[in-house]
């Protein structure tokens, strides 16, 4: 959105960013580089993670950076969209003093429909459609406001929501090697992407994991593939090469090995569609 100058898109501080969404029919596919707040202010959005969710007017949905999902909107959809980085995020929870719930932490839809949160959305959208870039400072405050009154109602919700980023924060190495899965094509573009020796890497992944990082690369690939086959159309010659596959012969032999079916057989059974 910053490279392309998007007519809809705003950056507040250097930690934070500001979107009004407009309708998308068509299937759209996300890899979020940003944790995220979405709230929904007309029509609908469905959003296809592991699973499948529904967002509907007046509803939110926090995200953590880092995910692979396809979202799809109504015809009448409008949303607006907060993104952060780990720097704001660790900042707002040391000024209020919040203290994280160590639960792990699960997508589901919020309700914002209370006075006061609808006002302060409302106030958010207006701030960012008339000059966004002379209300900065305000659109900050407001924001921080909009996250203090979510923590309010939902602190279960929202403590787990940052305390799952304090936990990505701790393990940056992990989620380089998440956000640029697509351009990995072997171990030795791991140890270029983190700058760290082979020997190094394979001690990182067995600490972490208990597993090698060729191990923990295949894993991620079929994972990846398994969401492209439930979600999209997409041949599965096109989906073993987005996933990093020399062959389909080869991409179809080690999805059998892993999902203990075809990947024609795992479509069938698991299409969201």
Known sequence: FLERNHPHFCQITSHLFIENSAPCPKKVYVRNTTHGLLLVQKGKKAIEFDKKLSLHANQALFFPQGNHFANQNSTTYQALAIYFDDSFALDFLKRHSIALNPSTFNPQ?????????????????????????????????????????????????????????????????????????????????????????????????FNRYGKSPKEWLD????????LLLRTSEQSVAQIATECGFATSSWFIERFKKYYQMTPLQYRKENRYF
């Open 219 to 226: 894993e991620q690939r079929m994972k990846k593939a398994a």
């Open 109 to 205: 839809p919020l309700s914002f429909d209370t006075p006061r949160l609808q006002t302060l959305v409302d106030t958010i959208s207006s701030l960012h459609y008339e000059r966004p870039k002379a209300h900065k400072q305000l659109l900050k405050n407001y924001i921080n406001l909009l996250f203090l009154e979510l923590y309010t109602l939902y602190p279960s919700h929202f403590t787990n929501f940052f305390g799952d980023i304090l936990s990505i924060s701790e393990d940056r190495a992990f989620h380089i090697l998440q956000a640029n899965l697509d351009i990995i094509e072997s171990v030795e573009d791991m140890c270029h992407l983190l700058r760290l020796s082979s020997h190094a890497l394979r001690k990182l992944f």
